[in-house]
């Protein structure tokens, strides 16, 4: 019974199950109370495969997109979800398949966001963290956005997924340091410039928001801020989550507050960035 309770969650949940779950689950099925395909159906319905199916989906989307060679826009998402099922589709849709790669925030970043990155990337990618972690695929580098550890253009592209806004923050929740550095997201953005051809690069956006471990910014502020780094913008799209889901802002979702619609950002900017000609 063990052997396929441990089956089941690698199918399902793309996992391990933890030893309280793997206990019970045997338990249950020792005694006849539970099912083998009650299991299975259990994990299915559970909203841990609900949050991992939408992830999955949104990766094939963006699979499916870069085979058609599409941009897609006005993506949704259904209510109440988190904003990486708009990031992530929206992001690697535009990878254009170049061979040197940096994902930027990569240790705290969704599994599956990595794994399809690496997936398509021909070379691997470098990920730089202020922490290190092992990631399949992923060559790390523990270094300071404010002063990326690699030569001038080291990188055809560059992503960045929902970290810039914690650079000069409380980021002990991601077992870094409690700073406080308004120059930070300045500098942050002038590295990218520095050393990526291309940038991909996702934000919260809306009200003028400070959380203490990031930032948020509307998106005429971002703006502003990719100009003084001279950092131009060449695709950009605000989304904003509705009672109805993720959709496309009508305008700049400006008085959207963070976590007010659902568990995350009620909005968020999704931009390609390239260096001034």
């Known amino acids: 019974m063990r052997e396929f309770v441990v089956d089941a969650y690698r199918l399902v949940l793309r996992r391990e199950p933890d030893a309280d779950a793997l206990a019970w689950a045997v338990g249950e099925l020792e005694r006849g109370s539970l099912s ?98 092992e990631r399949e695929g992923v060559e790390g580098v523990v270094g300071d956005m404010r002063a990326l550890p690699f030569e001038d253009g080291a990188f055809d592209v560059v992503f960045c997924i929902s970290t810039i806004e914690h650079v000069g923050r409380d980021n002990r929740v991601y077992g870094s340091e409690d700073e406080r550095d308004e120059a930070g997201i300045p500098q942050a953005l002038r590295e990218l410039r520095r050393v990526g051809r291309r940038i991909l690069l996702t934000v919260p956006t809306g009200a003028a928001e400070d959380h203490g471990w990031f930032v948020q910014h509307d998106a005429a502020t971002w703006r502003g801020l990719f100009a003084d780094a001279e950092l131009e913008v060449v695709e950009e799209e605000v989304y904003e989550l509705t009672p109805e889901g993720w959709r496309t802002a009508a305008d700049d979702a400006t008085e959207a507050r963070y976590g007010e619609r659902g568990p995350a950002a009620s909005a968020v900017y999704c931009v390609e960035l390239r260096a001034f000609e």
């Open 36 to 133: 083998p395909a009650g299991l299975v159906a259990e994990l299915v319905e559970s909203a841990e495969f609900a949050r991992l199916r939408a992830i999955e989906d949104a990766v094939a989307l963006a699979r499916r997109a870069r085979t058609e060679r599409i941009r897609p826009r006005e993506l949704t998402a259904p209510p109440e979800t988190e904003e990486r099922l708009i990031e992530i589709p929206w992001v690697l849709a535009r990878y254009g398949g170049e061979r040197r790669v940096l994902d930027v925030g990569y240790a705290n970043a969704e599994p599956a966001y990595v794994a399809a990155l690496v997936d398509a990337a021909p070379d691997g990618v470098v990920g730089v963290d202020p922490v290190p972690a």
